[in-house]
């Protein structure tokens, strides 16, 4: 009976050990970026990745433009490490101001271990369209004379920034509870 005990909590801690290791944390900055690029043409937004070791996806949100590069191999352990980013303009989408985010996907094992997502505005110009006007907030705020309807839901807001890996944290925690039940239960066993 010892030995199958010692083979099951054998097992059990394998299992345990084998998750492949995360990232810890990913940083980004600046927090923020502005770009104007021409349609035919790209800007190039330089930004500074710490704390973080291995490849990292780079994407647009909510911004329908070209990013390069895709994915990028960073050592920023000990120091923060410069990347440079190139959106591409697009002439067919006319002149757009897009508010978007530059997203970074830390990879670990194949798997994202982290996300950071970067705001950005973005303005594509093409040469002969106008821009669309921005509403200023003080015309935002100012009343109409529309009659009042229900009122609007709150807008849902979206995390910046997620680093917690709670799937490997769970499988830890739950196999430590049944590691803890078994010895519980053998114990008790032991003494009757």
Known sequence: MKRFIGILAAIILALLLSSPALAASLGISPSHVELEMPGDGSDVASFQVHYFSGDVQ????????KVEPETIH?????????????????????????DGYV???????????V?????????????????????????????????PGPPAP???????????????VAGIAAGAAILISLIVVLARKNRF
């Open 103 to 113: 997203r970074f996907l830390g990879m670990s094992g194949g798997t994202v271990a």
């Open 154 to 168: 709150p807008p849902t807001s979206q995390p910046e920034a997620v680093g917690f890996p709670v799937i490997p």
């Open 58 to 65: 780079i994407s647009l949100v909510d911004i329908p433009l």
């Open 115 to 147: 996300a950071v997502k970067i705001k950005a505005k973005v303005t594509n110009i093409v040469e002969g369209q106008p821009l669309p006007e921005e509403v200023s907030p003080e015309e935002v705020s100012q009343p109409t004379s529309a009659p």
């Open 74 to 98: 960073v050592d920023a352990l000990s120091e923060a490490v410069d990347i440079e980013v190139t959106i591409y303009g697009d002439e067919t989408l006319g002149s757009q101001i897009y």
